[in-house]
Antibody, heavy 122, light 107 residues
Framework: QVQLEQSGAEVKKPGASVKISCKAS????????LHWVRQAPGQGLEWMGK????????SYPQWFQGRVTVTRDTSTSTVYMELSSLRSDDTAVYYC???????????????WGQGTLVTVSS | DIQMTQSPSSLSAHVGDSVTITCRAS??????LNWYQQKPGRAPKLLIY???SLQSGVPSRFSGSGSGTDFTLTISSLRPEDFATYYC?????????FGQGTKLEIK
């Protein structure tokens, strides 16, 4: 069955960087884009970026440009999300999610990782 | 960027009631609208994709409608396990924005 297994919780100081992993299994890794979404405590969902595991091409929203980097390792079917220059408001649960394209006018996140809590505190 | 606005932000209802949550996009997104359910401490779960298509395994009491800029999620005959937070998401643009969420609570 499809699984996205994320790395464990992290505690970082302001200004540091964090790198989280998401290991995919149960399907052909290169077939589906993988995304990162975060959720601050008590807040909504915020899209952070995506990667094409086959080509390695990425896309990020403007508000994260320059601070987030998504990479992949095809040998281990793992994607990584690195967030730099951490601030206290980066404290959040970070999720990876698989994008599925069902038909010509439909794409959505059908599987999600369990989430990784990143706490930024001095 | 496309902004997604959900209403209401919170809602209380009884088991057995029917409820409707609305989602409005800041521009035409066709049917590129998905709905997710999230329970505390859990990852979001896909309910509806492409505005009205029910994800496999999701009960038929969940239904979606709309196109363009205005969408609705309807839950009929609420069950205790339906009390959660619901998010809409547009996938029309390459920036996959979510609504702010609607928290459904038991009355």
């Amino acid at each position: 069955q499809v699984q996205l297994e994320q790395s464990g919780a992290e505690v970082k100081k302001p200004g540091a960087s964090v790198k989280i992993s998401c290991k995919a299994s149960g399907y052909t890794f290169g077939t589906y884009f993988l995304h990162w979404v975060r959720q601050a405590p008590g807040q909504g969902l915020e899209w952070m970026g995506k990667i094409n595991p086959l080509s390695g091409s990425t896309s990020y929203p403007q508000w994260f440009q320059g601070r987030v980097t998504v990479t992949r390792d095809t040998s281990t079917s793992t994607v990584y999300m690195e967030l730099s220059s951490l601030r206290s408001d980066d404290t959040a649960v970070y999720y990876c999610a698989r994008e599925r394209v069902e038909m010509a006018a439909s794409n959505f996140f059908d599987y999600w990782g369990q989430g990784t809590l990143v706490t930024v505190s001095s | 960027d496309i902004q997604m606005t959900q209403s209401p932000s919170s809602l209380s209802a009884h088991v057995g009631d029917s409820v409707t949550i609305t989602c409005r996009a800041s521009q035409n997104i066709g049917k590129y609208l998905n709905w997710y359910q999230q329970k505390p401490g859990r990852a979001p779960k896909l309910l509806i994709y492409a505005a009205f298509s029910l994800q496999s395994g999701v009960p038929s009491r969940f239904s979606g409608s709309g196109s363009g800029t205005d969408f609705t999620l309807t839950i009929s005959s609420l069950r205790p396990e339906d009390f959660a937070t619901y998010y809409c998401q547009q996938s029309h643009s390459t920036t996959y924005t979510f609504g702010q969420g609607t928290k459904l609570e038991i009355k």
